[in-house]
């Protein structure tokens, strides 16, 4: 037995350091239902690639998948029952889209724009949209009008029964749908490409629920196109685009931070 002369003195007690939290790996936010929609409304011709492609944005556009979240390709490709070749091509398609991130010995993360990105994005909206709206109202058939109508009234429903994935999709969808009714896929790429960004920058910027308010602005908005009033309808869409810009901050959420409230989808 040790004397006491030998015992060495007691030594401080180190609390064990836990590991730094780790990135939030959620393809799984990616739910079954979306990919199973995607499919459904998919051309017999549409390649794997492209369904991976418009299931991620679809997810990315009714928030489902947040800034900052991993796609892991085994996950992905499991989802999809797909070879990881395949997950690559989507991923490098959506990083073309600036909707992914792909980082060297890393993998492929939900981009986080900046508020540069974000400012730069609503600009060209404005130049876009306004001049899209010319030309539907120049263009306008009582058909479109229809379409623009059972839209708006979906967006209402949506907003009333407080389904937050279907009213977010359907607000944004709302300026793909003006350049749909306008016959340029182009155009209507261009738009949709444009909104799936601007989810993104809402996740992040925006704090404000206003779904309502949204919703009532478009249908202006409608009103100005049918009353074939191009300078009334880009006077109101550029309020519009201004209320939601007016609302980003500086200070970002991302997958490791909660999202306080439901940013204002537009």
Known sequence: MMSDARKPPDAPVVPTRRAPKQRKVDVDAIPTDVVADTAEHLDADTSST????????????????QPGT??????????????RTIVRQALYRLSELKLVKLEPARGAFVAAPSIKEAREVFAVRRMVESQMLRELIARLTEADLRELHIHIQ???????????PTRTKLLFDFHVKLAHVLGNQVLTDLMQELVSRCSLISLMYQSADDAEASNAEHVDILQAIEARDADRAVQLLHEHLATVERQLTEHPRTAASPVRAQPTPT
């Open 70 to 83: 991993k796609l892991v390709e085994q996950k992905l490709g499991d989802r999809f029952g797909v070879s």
């Open 154 to 164: 979906a967006e209402r429903e949506a907003v009333q029964r407080i389904d937050v």
């Open 50 to 65: 492209e369904q991976i492609v418009l299931s991620v944005t679809r997810a990315i556009v009714e928030h489902r998948l």
